[in-house]
């Protein structure tokens, strides 16, 4: 299913309905995408704001108004490459840590009457 796939691209479910409504729509307003997305006016501001800060929608002024169109849906393919970048750009760090984690265990050994003691 669709949402299922788009939320394993790190979207949410509001995130999931808003894009979509969006994408269906292309130049719209708030109260449309709300109407569409069956999701709180006041919520989906707070939504388009977390879709914007990901880059999946824009927004461009008419007759000093603001209109809410979705972009592209290969950017979320973009994305996560992006993140899968990042995340290996930061194993040898990770890596580089885990090395000084003392979990090495110790061995000794022991000989004689006084190792018996120690």
């Known amino acids: 299913m669709l949402t299922d796939k788009l939320k ?3 979207l949410d479910e509001p995130e999931i309905k808003v894009y979509l409504a969006c994408l269906e729509l292309g130049e719209t307003n708030i109260s449309r995408i709300a109407k569409k997305s069956c999701i709180k006016r006041t919520t989906t501001y707070l939504v388009v704001d977390s879709l914007r800060a990901k880059g999946l929608i824009n927004t ?11 972009e592209d849906p290969r950017k979320i393919k973009e994305q996560m490459e992006e993140n899968i970048k990042e995340v290996e750009l930061a194993i040898p760090e990770l890596l580089a840590m885990a090395n000084f984690i003392d979990k090495k265990p110790n061995i000794r050994y022991f000989e004689g009457k006084n190792g018996i003691k120690d």
């Open 8 to 10: 394993k691209a790190g």
């Open 60 to 70: 461009l002024k008419k007759k000093n108004k603001t209109w809410f169109y979705a």
